[in-house]
């Protein structure tokens, strides 16, 4: 544990991309979709871009800071927060200072851009807040917890680069899996990290996942994954919102790890129109019994299929199906 010889705030820091832009050469820009960028696993995939040959890409960073504390406590002053982006390889440094947001509070926003030409493999994100302490200026008081990983060539937001799917048989498999036979996969948000366990007693379903089969099987394999993933975002939502710290006053806590960046996603979704401050009160209030837990169901399920984009998913599924039916029957 480091210690430092000021006063820091203890609450957390949490970071968000929000937008990633690309732009190639004649200005050509293209904004990737949302698949390419995971609040779970905090990393930008940059190879789902459809073109290879752009020179630079922008990122739109949200940042909570703990601003209550701040401002009670008084130990700082020209508060600032600064993202910077850096990578070992190429020694490349980039750093953006970010805006609160206009009506205050926790929020703070911004953009900071990558340079192809500055960097190889894998750049880090962190996000500082900088303040004077003591008359002494430019000093780091609070940080990001995890820095984002921004990955110039995989096309899968993954920060192991890989899949965080175990195939196991439910039926012969640990215990509590058993009660599960049925099921094709169910998503355990235990650990760590969620993580899906695939069934694989389920016959046929390796293949289709992992898109070993033919043209019509890669197309339901498709469809597969999406479900797949509004699945994990439904779970890691009920995980999140079921293990909050409460302060002395009632109010909820964002976590400060991945449980807090999935909230602040959904939230907008679930309860449009608030701020997510008071959308985490509203559905924490919700569900331990002051207000109708259950009316915010399809609430929840209507995000977690937007993340995981089940409505694009199948729109593409059925074109696909069309398609191929023509060439079979032209």
């Not at 050469?25 to 871009?49: C, N, T």
């Not at 129109?273 to 209030?285: I, K, P, Q, W, Y």
Request: aromatic share 6%; hydrophobic share 40%.
């Amino acid at each position: 544990m480091r210690v430092y010889p000021y006063p820091r705030p203890t609450g957390p820091v949490t970071a968000r991309v929000t937008a990633v832009r690309l732009r190639g050469p004649g200005d050509h820009r293209e904004q990737l979709d949302i698949r390419a960028y995971s609040a779970v696993e905090e990393v930008v995939a940059l190879g789902r871009a459809e073109r290879h040959d752009w020179q630079t890409t922008r990122l739109t960073l949200s940042v909570s800071v703990p601003t209550r504390e701040i401002e009670a406590k008084g130990h700082w002053s020209d508060v600032t927060v600064v993202a910077v982006l850096t990578e070992g390889a190429t020694n490349a440094r980039t750093v953006a200072r970010l805006s609160p947001d206009a009506g205050g509070g926790r929020d703070w926003g911004g953009e900071i851009e990558l340079t192809r030409d500055s960097h190889l493999d894998r750049a880090s994100l962190a996000v500082h807040v900088v303040a004077t302490v003591g008359g002494i200026a430019g000093r780091i008081i609070a940080s990001t917890a995890r820095e984002w990983m921004i990955d110039l060539t995989s096309d899968a937001p993954l920060r192991d680069r890989q899949l965080d799917v175990s195939t196991v048989s439910f039926a012969r498999g640990p215990e509590w899996l058993r009660a599960f036979r049925d099921a094709p996969w169910v998503v355990d948000s235990s650990g760590r990290m969620p993580t899906v366990r695939l069934n694989s007693d389920f016959e046929g379903l390796v293949a289709l996942v992992e898109g070993r089969g033919s043209k019509a099987e890669n197309i339901m394999g498709e469809m597969l994954l999406a479900q797949m993933c509004a699945d994990v975002w439904t779970a890691v939502f009920h995980s999140a919102i079921g293990d909050l710290e409460i302060e002395d006053d009632g109010t909820p806590l964002f976590p400060p790890d991945w449980r807090g960046a999935v909230l602040r996603e959904m939230l907008p979704d679930i309860l449009p129109g608030r701020s997510v401050e008071d959308a985490l009160r509203e559905v924490h209030n919700r569900r331990t019994g002051e207000g109708s837990w259950t009316d915010l169901q399809p609430r929840v399920h209507y995000a977690a299929a937007r993340r995981a984009e089940v409505p694009k998913a199948l729109a593409a599924t059925v074109r696909d199906i069309q398609r191929l039916d023509q060439e079979m029957h032209p």
